[in-house]
């Protein structure tokens, strides 16, 4: 026997030094744990030969002059020897370190093929490279960042967990979210503070930025401060509170363009502006006297001082008549706030163009954005508000529909949800909008478990949403607010898959409710520890490693921290989630009908949704950690989850014959159900995930043209407890001629011009879940085979 075979089917000369170099292993591996008795390395040495020696006799015996046997043959006759020798615990610890070696090897193999497929095929061939749609899979820095994400998810998969829980995930019973960035402790997302920020100014670690003295500097400082905190975090960010945080920055530019006016006024009908107009001005700032956009509505109000004050003042240094001052002060409060409305636009509109365009994450994709308003009732807020919706209406410089930020629209009664309400124009045109735009969705806070934080008054209890559904109120550990807070990592479970061990549809053919629950309490114990195993290299990294996050101060209470301190007495702030994807899935397996089919299968489902939120909540009591359960968005994981399903069981009617499962406790976007009738049944998990939910309905034909009945769904979203909720609806655009809209029979309705006699095809855009939304072929196949199957829901 002159060769052997390798595992890549390469045949080289038989060495008889690696088998013994292999033994000599195994027996120094034993010797270190018999814990003080020392063999001499003659004796390995002499042990390791004759042992070889007795395996190549045996292998002499078993194969022919000509066989070229392989190397898992030569293996299990070493192994073999071994035993014979009576070396038991030699040939343990060879049978661990053969088994270490092929661990090793095949991650090698699987991470060259992740690479093989990233650097040779393109985007629209690759599933992988379309996993997330918010990065260009083709792109040189997209490409880039893939081979990252796959050397580090592999180095955490063999290196950096626990194998349970990397064999879980492989297997497909759970789902490690963003596993690319466990090795480096980056958290989720978080609700950014931008008050906090704004009040003595930050740094991006380039450079000071002072706080912003106009509208515009406020707006742009906040895009800068989504996409340096983005750098820092592997998940979204979001503004909980964006219409209060910049109203200063309102108030700040008409106080500015109202001076201006007056020394403007002044040196036209007098020639000159006195010095001392300046220290006046400074003087009555100082007690607290100020213009304020309010004079635009009401400037004679009796408990206005500024006009009173600045009139008697100017009336005593300029020779300018009574009916002079009064009709100065008219024109620069008029012109004050038209230059301020305008201001405030441009600082809208060029917020969104940056959120589109500015990059984070090595240039690879723009930020992930949300931005929760609406509640602000003062002028300066409103402005905020209005603008915002506007150049969200407006669109981008072509007229393309804004991907990003996830507008998010706050309802609340008493304050723009009935035509009493101050901001219900701003509620009315946040409908028109999001018919057009898709955005804002709606979150609404008179929902029983958002109201039970609401204090009248303090906007940082309003509960928020970041755009994919996360939700953090609820807190063991400090106060129930949002700002300054968020998601610390999250893990979903395969419902179907225990739903087909153990239902009707499934292996033995009968439901069996206890064994389903029993299973289901195993992968929610084991996803519990995974979590805490994540946590603890969370915590353990440093301030210094997070030079936004936790440098500067976003994160609740990592002001008070060091650079080289660790993060145990913060990251307790947010939350640890377990998510769940294919409820109706797993309810047709057990029953043979999910939720949207019958009562009972409604029932169950709250059942089993209720009964992971109670595993959530003894959890927190037992950890004294934030556990919550989230609705998973599943944006790369449905499809997933399914082929590796598809395997295993076949293709089984209503579980696993689609190419994807249906996105968290959703009725399945084919079936057929009124909009009213889904949103009721949907409701009440939202009660139950804590940690985030959506709802959504599709709605047909241009919803522009009826607005009464995109309301209608709002109030009943509203009404029947939902959290968070949208309308989904198409957007096409035609490129060449500008149009916006719906585009049936790849004709253009503007221009005429038939996309399939052209290159250049129409965009459509379509949102598939929380942040994900763009054009089509940016999908993956599962959400791709989604957005093919949903039906519109009668209204």
């Known amino acids: 026997m002159i060769k052997v075979e390798k595992r890549d089917g390469t045949v080289v000369v038989f060495d008889r030094n690696k088998i013994t170099s292999a033994i000599a292993k195994a027996i120094y591996a034993t010797n270190e744990k018999t814990k003080g008795r020392v063999i001499r390395d003659k004796v390995i040495e002499d042990n390791s030969k004759n042992a070889t020696n007795r395996v190549i006799r045996n292998l002499y015996k078993k194969f022919d002059v000509d066989d070229v046997p392989n190397v898992e043959d030569v293996q ?14 030699v040939a343990e610890n060879y049978i661990n370190y053969r088994t270490e070696r092929t661990r090793i090897r095949e991650s090698k193999s699987r991470l060259m093929k992740t690479i093989e497929e990233i650097t040779f095929l393109d985007a629209k061939e690759s599933d992988m490279k379309r996993d997330n749609a918010n990065i260009d899979g083709n792109s040189a820095m997209g490409t880039m960042l893939q081979y990252g994400s796959a050397v580090s998810k592999e180095f955490a998969m063999t290196q950096n967990m626990d194998p349970r829980f990397s064999n879980a995930h492989k297997k497909g019973d759970i789902h490690i979210h963003d596993m690319d960035f466990l090795n480096m402790g980056t958290l989720t997302c978080c609700q950014i503070d931008l008050a906090k920020l704004f009040k003595n100014g930050f740094s991006t ?55 201006d006016d007056i020394r403007k006024w002044i040196e036209i009908k007098v020639g000159s502006v006195k010095e001392n107009l300046n220290e006046e001005l400074k003087r009555l700032e100082e007690e607290n006297v100020y213009p304020s956009i309010d004079m635009y509505f009401d400037y004679k109000r009796e408990n206005e001082l500024f006009v009173p004050k600045l009139f008697k003042y100017i ?80 669109g981008l410089g072509n007229g393309e529909t804004p991907i990003f930020p996830i507008l998010i629209f706050k309802v609340k009664e008493g304050v723009n949800y009935n035509k009493e309400d ?91 409710l206890d064994g389903f629950y029993e299973e289901l309490d195993n992968k929610l114990s084991l996803v519990i520890e995974q979590l805490l195993e994540r946590y603890e290299i969370q915590i353990n990294k440093k301030v210094k490693n997070f030079p936004f996050l936790m440098g500067q101060g976003i994160w609740r209470d990592s002001d008070c921290l060091n650079a080289n301190d660790t993060l145990e007495s913060v990251v307790k702030q947010g939350t640890l989630t377990i998510g769940f994807i294919g409820l109706a899935e797993c309810l047709k397996a057990l029953i043979g009908e999910h939720h949207g089919e019958s009562a009972e299968a409604q029932k169950l489902g709250l059942a089993i949704i209720g009964h992971m939120r109670a595993v959530c ?66 409701a009440p998990y939202h009660a139950l995930e804590n940690g985030g939910h959506i709802s959504y309905i599709e709605m047909d034909g241009d919803p522009l043209n009826n607005l009464e009945a995109f309301e209608a769904v709002i109030r009943c979203m509203k009404e029947s407890g939902i959290g968070y909720g949208s309308i989904n609806h198409p957007v096409d655009r035609d490129s060449v001629c500008g149009y916006s809209g719906i585009i049936d029979n790849h004709i253009c309705p503007k221009c005429g011009r038939d996309e399939t006699q052209s290159e250049i095809k129409f965009d459509k855009i379509r949102r598939i879940t929380g942040y994900l939304v763009g054009t089509i072929d940016r999908f993956n196949d599962g959400k791709r085979n989604e957005e093919k199957d949903r039906i519109k829901h009668s209204i």
Not at 214 to 240: K, M, V
Not at 466 to 480: H, I, L, Q, S, Y
Request: aromatic share 12%; glycine share 8%; net charge neutral.
């Open 205 to 259: 670690g380039h450079g000071f930025i002072r706080e912003p003295q106009d509208i515009r500097s406020y707006a742009s400082l906040a895009a800068i401060a989504i996409q340096a905190n983005q750098n820092d975090q592997h998940g979204g960010q979001s503004i909980p509170q964006f219409d209060y945080y910049l109203a200063p920055g309102v108030h700040k530019t008409f106080k500015k363009c109202f001076y």
């Open 422 to 512: 101050p901001n219900y124009d701003l509620f009315k045109l946040a409908m028109r909008v999001s018919a057009k735009r898709l955005f804002p969705n709606f979150s609404f806070i008179d929902a029983p478990f958002n109201l039970q934080y609401y204090k009248s008054g303090n906007p940082d209890t309003e509960t928020t949403y970041m755009g994919c559904r996360t939700r953090v109120m609820g807190n063991v550990n400090g106060e129930e607010t949002a700002p300054g807070r968020g998601n610390i990592s999250f893990t979903s479970i395969n419902l179907p898959r225990i739903a087909l061990e153990h239902g009707l549809l499934g292996v033995h053919g009968k439901c069996d």
């Open 76 to 89: 299990d006759m070493v192994i073999k020897v071994l035993m014979e020798l009576g070396l038991y615990d």
């Open 617 to 682: 909540d003894e959890a927190t009591s037992k950890y004294g950690l934030n556990f919550s359960l989230i609705g998973t968005p599943a944006e790369g994981l449905s499809g997933r989850f399914t082929k590796m399903d598809q395997k295993i069981y076949g293709k089984i009617p209503g579980v696993t014959d689609r190419d994807y499962y249906t996105n968290s406790s959703h009725v399945p976007v084919y079936y057929p159900i009124s909009a009213y009738k889904k949103i009721q049944l949907e």
């Open 315 to 394: 009336l005593k240094r300029y020779s300018l008549t009574e009916y002079e001052i009064r009709d100065m002060l008219d024109w620069a409060i008029k012109d004050a706030y038209d230059c301020t409305r305008k201001r405030t636009y441009q600082a809208m509109e060029a917020f969104i163009h940056n959120l589109n365009t500015m990059h984070s994450r090595a240039g690879a994709q723009v930020p992930f954005s949300s931005i929760n308003f609406g509640t602000d009732t003062t002028h300066e807020g409103r402005l905020i508000s209005e603008n915002l919706m506007l150049a969200q209406e407006a």
